[in-house]
């Protein structure tokens, strides 16, 4: 079982960056892939990216293509997304999630283990 914590949430102007973590605890955190979905206040829970667990692969939302990047430390048990050129459509609770899955890809229903979520909040 896989436990997770986000952090790095925030207010920020369009334009500026933040700094997702998610810290899982565990010992077998490399082997499973990971990802990064968020909420917008009245929406659904949308996927943004993932990464495979060597850290090899990463596929990403087109919404954000180009202007996030997720990666990972598998010897700090954490996986990041860094977030340039933030709009207020970013706007929304950022959640990472981890499958024990190979190549799980963007389907949130095969993420097994869910964080609590952190906020993020764009200002124009």
């Known amino acids: 079982q896989v436990q997770l914590v986000e952090s790095g949430g925030g207010m920020v102007q369009a334009g500026n960056s933040l700094r997702l973590s998610c810290a899982a605890s565990?010992?077998?955190?490399?082997?499973?892939?990971m990802g990064w979905f968020r909420q917008a206040p009245g929406k659904g829970r949308e996927f943004v990216a993932t990464i495979r667990r060597s850290g090899g692969y990463t596929y990403y939302a087109d919404s954000v293509k180009g202007r996030f990047t997720i990666f990972r430390v598998n010897a700090k048990n954490t996986v990041y997304l860094q977030m340039n050129s933030l709009k207020p459509e970013d706007t929304a609770v950022y959640y990472c999630a981890a499958s024990s899955a190979l190549g799980v890809g963007p389907d949130q229903a095969r993420y097994s283990y869910w964080g609590q979520g952190t906020q993020v909040t764009v200002s124009s």
């Open positions: 565990g010992r077998t955190f490399s082997t499973y892939d």
